[in-house]
């Protein structure tokens, strides 16, 4: 608690805050006066602040009833700094960058923030207060809330200024082409990326809102299963550990078609909890509209209906059910909803049924278990799958019941299972698990507040610094990204850095060839997919390439114009055309030129007009090189005999 008594301590406590805020404040201005960018002063005028303010703190807070050993105080403190740290980063860069404002102006409430965090953090994690943790639901429920606040805020703040990495800047470009169906995927991820950006513009902030609320929608979903299957008590760590395990944690933050899928997942296990547990009829409706609204996000979701049928198959109340009209009825308004994706297929020779089906089955043999078990460990970490061990034990089941056990593992373990069973022959993926998992998050919530047992003890004893670890890599990584950190350099030509820069220039030397030529050269990127999208959305938020004119969209197309694979730019660039049927001139751009046939564009009547190199940068600082080419078409047959793979 704080030193000295409610008024003289308080007066205190805000002296001492005050006096640190001042000093990291003249350091920045210090450093910032010396040309260091201000994504970085900021870092430099917070190390020695810290330490500040943790002498200040340890004067301020007396030491409670739960108060820490010395060395834990330092850990816990210089954490809760860390944490305060990676926050104001993201302030920083959003009133910067987004909102505009003067260096000196955005960082007096980037420290204002990273203050209120660190005297938070201070009084509920490193001198907690005596009062708070004599009652363990109020403790639970008031971590919950700080805990899940910060987590928003984090996201929240990175959202609008961290590019967008190469997959959210296709998904963008699906919904340029708007449809009801795409070759990789459903449509739902196109649909939210259009409903967003149609009104509030093409930035990054308004791409990744529909991740941002699709989680929250989850984190609802997610708290009523736990408090239904347990009680409220429990809901509280549930949404504590669906707001910081990784793999939740990073949809909450990244646009692509995991966000809906685990909103309308998480929805479709609360409502069958409730038809076959909770014995609610009407709850079929929604099984089937969130079960519908899943398979338009991603095909993964059938495997939950498949897991679910395991658990009606075994057991005996719920095998009953299947005898009832409802489960039918609840299937038939799911295919309903899905039906715009079918009707696409169907329209399109099954293409994207085969994408994902057929053609992952008969790939290339590879056993892959080992990067299964891998991205476990990456996708909940240790702790959380030491947990999903506690939670599918017999001991769970004995105290659990039978019933509300195999509900909730069979439903995890089943697609889980299929997954493993692939990756003994073909690849997996990173992120293909991580849905699944939302079933055990009641119980691991359950074994954080109850249970018995030296793994759960130890679970509950390890959650704590698992999630402080969690959000301060995460932290780490968004700072990192965004606004990087003194002396750390980015890795050569990172995937998650650069792009706006690449874009400015690319538009530079395309607006020199058109007035040169006067007509539009095409841009065309020279890997699947990546350069092309995001040199689509960068040229259109940057250049004012808005619907009406569409040319970031328009005029920059995939590789299969030139024979290479391209995804779903093959069927909106169809290579029938022939490159000159698109343009007269084509500005190829990738990370190397080796790809591009040169011999065969020059035969076919293309000449080399310049070529070069880019060098993207930030502040002055190298990130990423790109080389160009441009080519004019002068004489001869089109292109058309290049041949998508």
């Known amino acids: 608690m704080i030193k000295g008594g409610s ?121 907690p207060v005596t009062s708070l943790r004599r009652s363990e639901k109020v403790y639970w429920g008031m971590v919950t809330v700080l805990v899940v606040s910060y987590a928003a805020l984090l996201r929240l703040f990175f959202m609008g200024t961290m590019e967008l990495i190469p997959q959210e800047a296709y998904y963008w470009n699906y919904a340029q082409h708007l449809d009801i169906g795409y070759l990789d995927h459903p449509p739902m991820v196109a649909w939210i990326i259009a409903l967003f950006t149609g009104i509030f513009g093409h930035t990054e902030f308004f791409v990744r809102i529909g991740a941002f609320l699709s989680w929250v929608i989850a984190a609802f979903f997610i708290y009523g299963l736990a408090r239904n299957c347990f009680e409220k008590s429990v809901a509280w760590p549930a949404l504590l550990l669906f707001s910081t395990i990784p793999f939740f944690f990073g949809i909450g933050m990244i646009m692509t078609p995991d966000a809906p899928l685990v909103t309308f997942w998480a929805g479709t296990l609360y409502f069958l909890e409730r038809a076959l547990l909770g014995e609610e009829r009407a709850a079929w409706w929604g099984v089937g509209i969130c079960a519908g609204l899943g398979l338009l996000s991603k095909y993964t979701i059938a495997l939950l209906g498949a897991g679910t049928l395991l658990f009606m198959l075994v057991d005996p109340i719920s095998r009953k059910k299947l005898l009832s009209v409802r489960p039918y009825l609840a299937l038939l308004i799911a295919f309903a909803i899905f039906s715009p994706a079918i009707i696409w297929n169907a329209q399109h020779n099954w293409i994207s049924f085969s994408f994902q089906g057929p053609r992952r089955l008969l790939g290339p043999t590879r056993f892959s278990l080992l990067d299964t078990v891998a991205y476990l460990l990456l996708l909940l970490s240790p702790t959380g799958v030491a947990a999903a061990v506690a939670a599918i034990s017999p001991k769970t089941m004995a105290s659990l019941g039978r019933r509300k056990f195999l509900f909730l593992t069979l439903t995890a373990l089943f697609p889980v299972a299929v997954f493993t069973l692939f990756s003994l022959f073909r690849e997996v993926k990173l992120n293909w698990t991580g849905p699944a998992w939302l079933s055990l998050i009641p119980i691991m919530a359950w074994h954080m507040v109850s249970g018995e047992g030296k793994l759960v003890a130890f679970l509950r004893r390890a959650w704590f610094p698992t999630i402080a670890v969690v959000l301060l890599v995460f932290g780490f990584a968004l700072h990192y990204a965004t606004l990087g950190f003194p002396i750390l350099a980015y890795p050569k030509n990172a995937p998650m850095v650069g792009w706006e820069d690449l874009a400015r220039q690319v538009e530079g030397l395309e607006d020199q060839w058109e007035k040169a030529l006067g007509e539009e050269p095409l841009i065309v990127g020279m890997d699947k997919h990546k350069v092309t999208s995001e040199l689509a959305f960068y040229r259109t938020k940057l250049f004012g390439k808005n619907d009406s004119e569409r040319e970031g969209v328009a005029y920059t197309a995939g590789p299969n114009l030139v024979g290479e694979e391209s995804l779903i730019y093959k069927q909106w660039f169809p290579e029938t055309k022939g490159l000159q049927g698109y343009a007269r001139a084509v500005l190829f751009v990738g990370r190397s030129p080796e790809g591009l046939p040169l011999q065969e564009l020059t035969e076919d009547g293309w000449r080399v007009e310049e070529t070069g190199r880019i060098v993207a940068r930030d502040y002055g600082i190298p990130l990423a090189e790109f080389d160009y080419v441009l080519m004019r078409k002068t004489s001869g047959a089109s292109a058309s005999n290049f041949k998508s793979p």
């Open 7 to 127: 008024v003289r301590g308080g007066v205190y406590a805000s002296v001492v805050g005050i006096s640190g805020m001042v000093f990291d404040f003249l350091l920045f201005w210090a450093a910032f006066s010396l040309g260091f960018p201000p994504g970085q002063a900021h870092v430099v005028s917070f190390i020695p602040a810290a330490f500040l303010n943790f002498y200040n703190a340890k004067a301020a807070f007396g030491r409670g009833q739960f108060h820490l050993s010395p060395r834990r105080e330092c850990v816990a403190f210089f954490a809760v700094a860390g944490a305060a740290l990676f926050l104001r980063g993201g302030v920083l860069a959003t009133a910067a960058c987004s909102w505009e404002w003067p260096p000196l102006a955005a960082v007096t409430l980037a420290i204002a923030v990273s203050a209120a965090v660190t005297y938070l953090g201070s009084a509920f994690f490193v001198f």
